[in-house]
């Protein structure tokens, strides 16, 4: 293209020195080339072996996962042979239940896409390009049809220009508000956002169907066309628009339930802070940009998340999708076993997550479902727990095998190695977790619980807070913090979390309970005190220290309870109520020995047959100068005593 040889630059017009100043690789990089570099990048690999071709070893890295996991497989640079799913041979193998199960499940497959059409957009339109980038989903294939997608598995799509426009993803947000969007509540695992299913919002859904006809539905056939026949096949179903916010910020980890499945995005980036979707296999801070307007697309048995928003507000609409002509059976199969398993029976949902693993050996949810079926029947089955623990480790190591960063099976083998007793495996498995999922609040809960176990109780501490940081209200967090700073000597604090432990729960006896023993503990060593005065000033300056605290004892305990309902928690309270009266009345009687009696009567009425409550009442109605009823109490005393077994 006339470019000369640099040796003769030096007189070189000043266009010429600028092309030579750029450094060649840059400008002469083909789109393959950065496509390899960029495939290398995505592994970890920046840095290459000398004199290697970079296209080679990029095509080398890509299969080394997959080699790692094929065991043995037909793998090439061309890619792996993961060879068809020989159904006929399945059915020989496991039997007419199996048969049967494929059939539910062609029949399901109708069903579902018939009812998918009385909503959504179904079509012939033509299929349509869409710019795209691609990231790879990792080293496992998708869990159905893993064969017709090829290798490698650069199969999350994300818009280059946004496939709806800033001003439609701006209307289709005001439609559903209009349709009422914003006060419906809509759950993702442990994790509550806003947000509506678009079956049921008729303007909002009509604006989806246009855009899927128009542009999405032939932008996805085109994106896979080794599985999506024709766009007449795509099915949309379990569409909704969803809604972030401060107070409703995040979702699960999760894969989607559909062959394939769409992330919108409706909001500008300016409206919100944090946010974004990502992959859990690139890292959960890895976020696909992605402003109004664009979307991704991909298998719907990726990893995958809404980050945590800050402020603002996100607006998305996530469809999940079927393909007419081919039924899903992993994953069909697993949603049974799922719905067996709610129901109680654990063995049917095991004998569907074999089946659905016999199809796709490297189904990573269903290794997962096993482990859980296995760690469940530990319990159950107490002849057979060693058995059925053995059995839960192997399968959720299984899992980890393929998924090394699922943070789910890692807090799962957590689960399953404290289970076995091994504190340190288990603290270990949750540690990788918290790594991948950092503001997960079960997982740091039962991180916080094995570093007290360890002796480590500052990082116990230190994780019961970010469980609290993530989720103020979770009131097992609060008291086991409160307790940890009371052990630890820090009765303030403690004090605290107890406080607004109940605030967030005040119907639930627990934090009643602690905030109950923290003032009982306060008072006590506080009335200890008045033995070492000297004066009646110091003595009044004590007591009414003490009386504050078991005023705030008394309380707590009646409210305890009030909420309890097994009698012995209620006498053992009862008890330590008596005991925090006489305590009271002690305190208050240095400065009016008066005010002091209702206290001892109380613990009386509380504690009719304890003798040493009559004692103490008798005691102090002589102090007062009332012979008459310290008498009376001093005869219930003897009649106490006389009845009490002689020992
Ligand atoms: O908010 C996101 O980006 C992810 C939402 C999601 O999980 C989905 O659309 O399936
Ligand atoms: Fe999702």
Redesign the pocket.
């Known amino acids: 293209d006339g470019i000369e040889d640099s040796k003769a630059a030096d007189d070189a017009p000043l266009w010429r020195r600028v092309v030579d100043a750029v450094p060649k690789r840059l400008s002469t990089l083909t789109l393959t080339e950065q496509r390899d570099r960029m495939a290398l990048w995505q592994r970890g690999i920046h840095a290459l072996p000398e004199n290697v071709d970079v296209g080679t070893y990029a095509r080398h890295a890509r299969l080394l996962p997959i080699l790692r996991h094929r065991g043995g497989a037909d793998c090439s640079e061309q890619g792996c042979d993961v060879g068809k799913v020989d159904y006929g041979a399945l059915t020989r193998k496991l039997g007419p239940d199996f048969a049967e199960a494929l059939r539910e499940n062609e029949r399901e497959h109708l069903k579902d896409c018939a009812k998918s059409c009385e909503k959504f957009y179904c079509g012939a339109a033509p299929s349509k390009p869409w710019q795209t980038r691609s990231i790879s989903m990792g080293s496992v294939p998708p869990e159905d049809f893993a064969q017709e997608f090829a290798f490698p598995l650069d199969l999350i799509k994300v818009t280059q220009e946004p496939i709806v426009s800033k001003e439609e993803a701006a209307r289709a947000i005001a439609l559903a508000r209009e349709e009422n969007v914003d006060i419906n509540e809509y759950t993702?695992g442990k994790y509550k956002l806003g947000g509506d299913w678009l079956a049921k919002m008729d303007k909002t859904r009509n604006w989806f169907n246009t855009q899927l006809e128009e542009n999405i539905f032939p932008a996805i056939a085109a994106s896979f066309p080794e599985v999506v026949t024709n766009v007449s096949t795509l099915r949309a179903h379990s569409v909704a628009m969803?809604k972030?916010n401060a107070t409703h910020p995040r979702?699960d980890v999760?894969i989607?339930n559909g062959v394939l499945?769409?992330?919108l995005?409706l909001s500008p980036q300016t409206d919100y802070e944090g946010?974004?979707?990502?992959f859990e296999h690139l890292g959960e801070d890895a976020l696909v940009e992605?402003d109004a307007g664009h979307a991704t697309w991909r298998p719907g048995s990726v990893r995958?998340?809404?980050?945590r928003v800050s402020s603002g507000q996100?607006y998305?609409?996530?469809?999940?999708l079927l393909l007419e002509d081919r039924v899903e059976h992993v994953r069909r199969l697993k949603n049974r076993g799922a719905k067996l398993r709610q129901k109680g029976d654990l063995n049917g949902a095991i004998r569907h997550f074999e089946w659905a693993l016999a199809i796709n050996g490297k189904c990573a949810t269903c290794l997962k479902d096993l482990s859980e079926l296995r760690s469940s029947l530990a319990d159950m089955e107490p002849q057979q727990r060693n058995e059925h623990l053995k059995e839960a480790e192997a399968f959720i190591r299984r899992s980890l095998d393929l998924l090394p960063s699922d943070s789910d099976a890692l807090f799962n083998l957590g689960l399953v190695l404290s289970k076995k007793g091994d504190s340190k495996g288990a603290l270990e498995a949750y540690e990788a977790s918290a790594a991948v999922n950092a503001d997960d609040v079960e997982l740091l809960y039962n991180l916080a619980m094995k570093y007290e176990e360890a002796n480590r109780k500052e990082e116990g501490i230190q994780a019961y807070r970010k469980a609290l940081k993530a989720q103020p209200s979770f009131g097992k967090a609060r008291c086991n913090l409160g307790a940890a700073l009371a052990e630890s000597g820090d009765l303030d604090g403690a004090l605290v979390e107890f406080l607004e432990a109940v605030r967030y729960d005040p119907s639930s006896p627990t934090p009643w309970q602690n905030l109950a023993v923290l003032y009982h503990k306060q008072g006590v060593s506080t009335v200890q005190g008045l033995a070492q005065c000297a004066s009646k000033e110091a003595a009044v300056e004590i007591s009414r220290t003490a009386s504050h605290a078991l005023g705030e004892a008394d309380n707590a305990w009646r409210k305890v309870m009030d909420l309890v309902d097994d009698q012995r928690t209620k006498q053992e309270t009862v008890t330590r109520l008596a005991q925090v009266l006489q305590l009271r009345g002690r305190a208050v009687a240095i400065e009016d020995p008066a005010a002091a009696l209702p206290h001892f009567l109380e613990a009386t009425q509380l504690l009719p047959t304890e003798p040493s409550a009559w004692e103490a009442l008798a005691k102090v109605y002589h102090i007062v100068g009332d012979e008459v009823n310290s008498k009376k109490a001093g005869a219930r005393l003897g009649v106490l005593r006389s009845l009490a077994p002689q020992r």
């Open positions: 993702s969803l972030y979702t999760h989607d499945a769409l992330t995005a946010g974004g979707t990502f992605m995958h998340g809404g980050h996100r998305i609409i996530g469809a999940f």
